[in-house]
C-alpha cells in the first residue's frame, strides 16, 4: 500500500477497509465486492474438491501478487468464523496480469482466489467451478479517495461524471 497523496497524486482507488480516516470518498465500481475461490473442473477431478478452507494448503494454487511484492492471504468466512490461509504457491502472477492467472485455473494448474465478478463468466460457462462458496467473504467495493480539504477541479469534474455514471445505471 502507498501514500498515494504524499507521492503527490490527487486521489487514489482503495477498498473501505484501507481507507485513512481524513480522507473522502465516493464509490468506484460495485458497492460490495466478493473473493471467490475456483479451479476448473478438471483440476478438482484430479485433486478433489477442498471441504473446508484449511485444506486449501493441501491444493496447487494460483496466487497474485501486488506491484509492491506482497501476496495477499486468502481469506474466508462463515458464521463469524474467519481462517485466513496463506496458501504456498505453485504459480505467482502480478495482479496486472489477473487475467492470465484466471486462464492458467481454467486450464487446471490450481486453485484461484480472486474477485467474483471476475470468475462469473467462467462460472457460467463452467470452465471454472465454484469452490467454498459458503466461505466466500463479502466487502465494500472499491472507492476513490482524496483529501477532504482541497478537491481541484479535474478531481471535482471526474466525481461528477462517476455520480451521472451510477445515477444512469442504477436507473
Not at 58 to 87: K, N
Amino acid at each position: 500500500m502507498v501514500d498515494v497523496i504524499a507521492e503527490g497524486c490527487v486521489a487514489g482507488i482503495r477498498y473501505g477497509e484501507h481507507l485513512a480516516l481524513d480522507m473522502a470518498a465516493v464509490p468506484i465500481g460495485p458497492r460490495f465486492q466478493q473473493l471467490a475461490l475456483a479451479a476448473s473442473p478438471s483440476y478438482l477431478k484430479a485433486h478433489g474438491v477442498p471441504t473446508h478452507p484449511t485444506e486449501v494448503a493441501a491444493h496447487e494454487c494460483i496466487r497474485m501478487r501486488f506491484s509492491s511484492g506482497a501476496l495477499t492471504d486468502w481469506d474466508f468466512e462463515r458464521d463469524g468464523q474467519v481462517l485466513r490461509v496463506d496458501p504456498r504457491s505453485r504459480l505467482i502472477v502480478g495482479v496486472d496480469a489477473a487475467a492470465a492467472a484466471i486462464d492458467l485455473a481454467r486450464a487446471g494448474r490450481g486453485l484461484i482466489c480472486t474477485f467474483r465478478n471476475w470468475l462469473d463468466p467462467h462460472f457460467d460457462r463452467g470452465d471454472l467451478m465454484p469452490v467454498l462458496p459458503d466461505w466466500w467473504p463479502q466487502f465494500e467495493g472499491p472507492r476513490l479517495y482524496f483529501p477532504s480539504r482541497r478537491m481541484s477541479a479535474p478531481l471535482r469534474a471526474f466525481i461528477d461524471l462517476l455520480s451521472e455514471r451510477q445515477d444512469t445505471a442504477a436507473a
